[in-house]
């Protein structure tokens, strides 16, 4: 953990441990460095030296970045405006629930937040 985070701030100075495994790092004020994209990729690659299939993402919220690595898989942007969309597509596996209302959800035929948040 400590060596992954020491690497990511090399990146960007905000960055914060979440958990084993995932890391948000602000990408805020990095155009001049090549911005979000170059970001990503420098973040992918030093990643990957840890974990073949590490995942990667930007997004304006942690939330969607997130979604968005289980989604679209390593290296994707959520353009502004859109992390309602991407949050829409997280299958309710994402989402914390107790068994009986995914079950009862699932025979709804709902797979999806946006799906559960229209109901």
Known sequence: MHQVTASCLAQSPQVT??????WWVGAHGLEGLGGER???QSLLTRAQRWHPDARVAVASSCIAAHVATWLRGAGR???RGKDRDML???PLALLPMDTELRDTLASLGLATAGQFAAL
């Open 17 to 22: 441990p979440s958990r084993p495994g995932l």
């Open 38 to 40: 170059r970001l990503i």
């Open 77 to 79: 942007i959520v353009p």
């Open 88 to 90: 829409a597509q997280a």
